[in-house]
């Protein structure tokens, strides 16, 4: 029959049968008042004599049967009931759930974002990057332009393969010149990926040789930004690095090369065959695989042909190799440790807050015995019962979840808005809440509904219907109260393992942070750019240029007031780039190619370590007179003194150096502390610093030291930039000690989230430690009673529940404890001079848990002393 | 009906020998709730006197199983009651319930009196 007329039907039977009973009392009432009572006592005893009125129409209606859907509609409104009947059991459950829940979410949907989902290109499967690999380590490293050339003629495993190279770039005209950064392309890179612009085109193979007109690509946050959004932007020259360019085309938005950060505009390579084999080593590439052929068949491929260059070109290419890694790998490898840890432990807490959820459950159950006993009594069958205490857990999950969901959907933007820009977590701007992430909160809301809903529903089977009757019967059986201690012991384990965690995480931290890094950062400004000297007519003109820029503006910034030394360097320490060449000692033959040493290289401008705050430990700084034309000077570091020249004064000796312009063996003229450049949690590398005078170089970072606030010098030394070059646009202008900051953001994010993770978790086992002593010491309420009638001292009462909830907490601390020194080990290679066994903090967080545990039995044990026995015993 | 039997064992037997005794206090015509009540308590003697908020299900749970079937009726005192009466099926029940139960009682007395 219809839905209505089923309704309809039911609604009848119920008034029939409130008719029906009515009449029932009535006949009852008139019988009684026959023989002498008056009304209102008939109708009393009439009452009474039936019994629960309420509860045999509940039964009677039973037994007419019911179909699924009303089954389930009472059960649903049963457990809304008593959600509500019991609120502070409801918000304690609700709270644990939704922080469990909502925090396994937000990491859910990092991970699902970053590592799971698919590179947003074609086919995106069959991308992979191309390094060299040199001789002596297994890394990946940039790739030599005459070698990327013989790659691109010579594999038979790509559909194409393009070099790409992150450069910042001038844009100039309307407003202030600026400096965004950008890419260089081989033509194919964009076809490669698959992503057709929004506008325009691509950069063709015409575009991208050397002398052709030039062409841009723009990203579409900077058309938005700078251009409006207006389609009539095709077609227009700009000016960039002084030169016109013509926009050819807008990329669509989010479209980005996922290892490198956003680049705003892209122009062609315009790679100069002639030049290519004498170039070093700058370039990222990207290749798509054709359609039958394995990454290990494309690796074997290009090792041959660098084989071959190695036989072609020894001084540039002896023993080096050549790596082929997917996209996917070289886009997640630095971050794939640190979220599957956090995934980890996210799940941790989850887990404790399911325990809690349960052990409130059960003690609920156990509270509730009376009233499942009537109703099984009263013919309600065993599954019905079951289906309904899981529909009260469900509901539970369910909210709980929807509430994490909330908290996970709002949380994960505002946490990645509070980011630094340059964090290192790729493909940052993909991150989304989308249905995947939807269906995985449904599913744990679910398996954690399930997990807590089973324990009381298999005490329904099991706990003696009688005993539930008794007046006596409200103590817990024993195997409930067993599972419930276990359950807390497990909860506190995990909280343990947590913390352990987040204390070495933090511990490891505050080291880093605290590491000296070799140079003083305070009140130190820098201002990142690529100098771009206007008009040149030769590669010799480009670097006098570029020299006199730099002198100039460091010469302008120097007489501000409040400014107490200035420099430059070519690339700053802690930014994760740096530079890298050959050198050898000139008194010693030159080792063979392929066994080359050598370490980092700095060009920096004369006064730069005083500058920067740097120990000057022997010799002296460059100046002004080590330019162009005088005899070529360098500075080594102390790891280079150290290696090169053990046991001797390095001061006056020379070194081979590798870096163009050629000018023959330098002379060592200073020596300097180590600085530790790579990052905070490296020593430094042999490290050799040369004169901007000498080797001037297009990227540049002045750094400025103030007197005062730096920030407030900020208009000031941009003004005197501007008066030396007036195109020039700056990069990046940020406080040294921001720079060092953003260099340990990961390690931060990581310890922070872990301490959130971990208070979390102490706060949940400290709640489950306090729920389930007040419990006990609920039950027990008599005995205690009767022992402090006895005499017994208030004092021995309270030691005695101590003792009861510290030992369930010490055996959740030992468990824990063991569980850590186990499991810390996959944490290793996260810790900065941290060993996971490291005693303090295992110490320390052992005495945090004992204390939070001590306070969650404070309270019900002083509740136990001051039970009033005569109270108690009256009850008897 | 006893009150010192664990409680589990007495709904059963009350269930089944409740459904007999309704049945059987049909079986003289048709009659209300109520009257069924009073009726089961007169005819014993005064000795069973049934639950009534064990009455009203059993009345419906026999009616779902088509034993009895029931009619809005007036009763004497112009009042509307719903009457129960016996079916078809109901008198096989009835007959069938008898015997076993007869079955029962012979059995019980042979155990209770030794040969």
Known sequence: MSFWHWILRRRQGDRELDEELRFHIAEETRLRQERGQDRAGAERSARRDFGNLALAREVTRGMWGWSAVERAAQDLRFALRMMAKNPAFTCLALVALALGIGATTAMFTVVNSVLLRPLPFRDPGRLVVVWERPPDADRNNVVQTQNFLDWRKRNRSFDDIAALFEIPMNLEGEGEPVQVPGMLVTAGFFEILGTRPLLGRTIRPEDDVRGAPGVVLLDYGLWQRRFGGRADVLGRKIVIQGGPHEVIGVMPPGFNFPTQARADLYRPMQIDPAAAPRDGRNYSTVARLRPNVSLRDAQADIRAIAAQTAQERPEMNAKWSANVVPLMDETVKNSRQTLLMLFGSVTLVLLIACANVSNLLLMRASARRREMTLRVALGAGRWRLVHQLLTESFVLAVTGGLLGLLLAWWGVPAILGMLPAGFPLPRMGEIAVNSRVLIFAMAVSLGCGVFFGLLPALQVDRSRMSEGLRQGGRYGSAGNQRLRGLLVVAEVGLAMLLVIGAGLMLRSFLLLHATNSGFQPERLLTFRMLVVPQQFSSFEELLARRAAMVRDMLDRIRTLPGVTAASSVHLLPLTGMQSGSWFSRADRPEPPPGSQEGGDVSIISDDYFRTMGARLLAGREFNARDRMGAPPVAIINQAAARHFFPDENPIGKRLRVWWPPDQGPAEIVGVVADVRNRGLDRNADPCLFLPQGQKPSGFVALVVRTSGNPLAAIAAVKQQIRAAAPHQGTQQIETMESVMGASIARPRLEAAILVIFGLVALTLACVGIYAVISYSVEQRTRELGIRLALGAAPIGVLLQVLHEGMTLAGAGIAAGFAAALVLTRYLASLLYSVRPTDALVYASVSAALALAAMAGCYVPARRATRVDPAVVLREE | ?115
């Open chain 2, 1 to 115: 009906m006893g009150s010192h039997e664990p409680y589990q064992n007495r709904i059963e037997l009350l269930q089944g020998t409740l459904d007999m005794l309704i049945l059987r206090t049909l079986q003289w015509g048709p009659q209300h709730g109520h009257g069924i009540g009073v009726a089961i308590r007169a005819t014993s003697g005064d000795v069973l006197q049934v639950e009534h908020g064990s009455l009203y299900p059993a009345l419906h749970r026999l009616r779902k199983e088509g034993w009895i079937e029931s009619e809005w009726k007036m009763t004497e005192n112009k009042q509307r009651a719903r009457y129960y009466r016996l079916t078809a099926k109901g008198r096989k029940k009835l007959s069938a319930e008898e015997s076993r139960w007869n079955a029962m009682v012979q059995a019980i007395a042979r155990v209770m009196r030794p040969v």
